[in-house]
């Protein structure tokens, strides 16, 4: 399969773009950055030097992933996400002049496989964002997010648990047993923490 880079995107030659995968108009793809296969970068977009995607990735357009931000298979950014990278940014040091690259200490946003991130919400480095968890839009997510957790709000807080086809679960039959009304797929909640049972 073919990689398509549109004329007025910008894409470092260091950077390894896999098959099938899409860059599109004015995103930006810096340096040893690495995408997998069939991934979509929209317009606007920008992949910070060294980030890691996985392969079925969307970034939506206008979405910010600084580096060292690391993106697992299958994930959704929406558009004008941002995820953070820096715990005390500032433009200068403390004497005024102006601080370089290696003033200081990148830190990343993690997101494991299947997760989704709404529109503009942003992420506040370091945090990982769990397993087919769901950010809503607009939430500001300050702290690790749970495995198939739906979380909202400034700061975001778990207000529901999902599937992996995003919906939100039902109640099962039994104390802690969810399910999903879209696949059926059943899951067990233990001590705030959701796991797949077996098929």
């Not at 470092?12 to 896999?18: K, L």
């Not at 648990?161 to 909640?189: K, M, N, Q």
């Amino acid at each position: 399969m073919a990689v398509r880079v549109v004329d007025s995107a910008d894409v470092a030659e260091s950077a390894s773009i896999g098959d099938g995968s899409s860059v599109w108009h004015l995103a930006q793809v810096r340096e040893d950055a690495v995408l997998g296969a069939n991934c979509i970068v929209g317009r606007g977009a920008y992949v910070g030097t060294g980030v890691r995607m996985g392969d079925n990735c969307k970034l939506q357009n206008y979405a910010l992933v600084y580096e060292p931000a690391v993106l697992e298979d299958g994930v959704f950014v929406g558009p004008a996400v941002v995820f953070t990278n820096d715990h005390y940014p500032r433009s200068v040091a403390p004497d005024g002049t102006l601080k370089r690259g290696d003033d200081w200490e990148a830190v990343g946003v993690t997101c494991r496989e299947g997760s989704s991130i709404g529109a503009r919400a942003v992420c506040i480095a370091p945090v990982t964002v769990g397993r087919w968890a769901m950010v809503a839009a607009g939430s500001v997510v300050t702290k690790d997010v749970p495995d198939f957790a739906l979380v909202a709000g400034v700061p975001a807080r778990r207000i529901r648990w999902v599937g992996r086809a995003g919906v939100p679960l039902e109640p099962g039959p039994t104390d802690g047993s969810w399910v999903c009304p879209s696949t059926g797929r059943t899951y067990t909640e233990t001590a705030e923490t959701l796991t797949e049972d077996p098929q």
